[in-house]
Nanobody, 121 residues
C-alpha cells in the first residue's frame, strides 16, 4: 500500500522560506513522477509543481523563480523549497504520487494528508 507523508509546514512572515518534505513508501519511488499541490480556503486545489522521475521540473507561473522542487530517490523523498513567500501562498500543501507508467506527470489517487503553510504579512 502506498503511503505519502508530508511535513515542514508552519507559520512564516512574508519574505521568509520553508522547505516541505514528502516521504513515499510502498511504491517504486524512483519510477514515479511526483507533484505538489496546494489548496487555499474556498479555492480549488491547484498544481504548484511537478518533477519527473528523471528530474525534469515544472512550475505554476505564480511560484516560478520562488519555489524549487527536487527529489532524493535514495530517501524516497520529494522536496519543495519555498522562498520569498507571500501571504497568497497560504494554503494546505499536498504531495501526490504520479500515475505509474505515465509519460508525463498525472495525479494518482495517492495523496498525503497535507501540511499547512501560513504566511503572515
Amino acid at each position: 500500500q502506498v503511503q505519502v507523508v508530508e511535513s515542514g509546514g508552519g507559520l512564516v512572515q512574508a519574505g521568509g522560506s520553508l522547505r516541505l518534505s514528502c516521504v513515499v513508501s510502498g511504491s517504486t519511488f524512483s519510477s514515479r513522477h511526483m507533484g505538489w499541490y496546494r489548496q487555499a480556503p474556498g479555492k480549488q486545489r491547484e498544481l504548484v509543481s511537478s518533477i519527473s522521475h528523471g528530474g525534469i521540473t515544472n512550475y505554476a507561473d505564480s511560484v516560478k523563480s520562488r519555489f524549487t522542487i527536487s527529489r532524493d530517490n535514495a530517501k524516497n523523498t520529494v522536496y519543495l523549497q519555498m522562498n520569498s513567500l507571500k501571504p497568497e501562498d497560504t494554503a494546505v500543501y499536498y504531495c501526490n504520487v504520479g500515475l505509474l507508467g505515465a509519460i508525463y506527470y498525472r495525479p494518482s489517487a495517492y495523496w498525503g494528508q497535507g501540511t499547512q503553510v501560513t504566511v503572515s504579512s
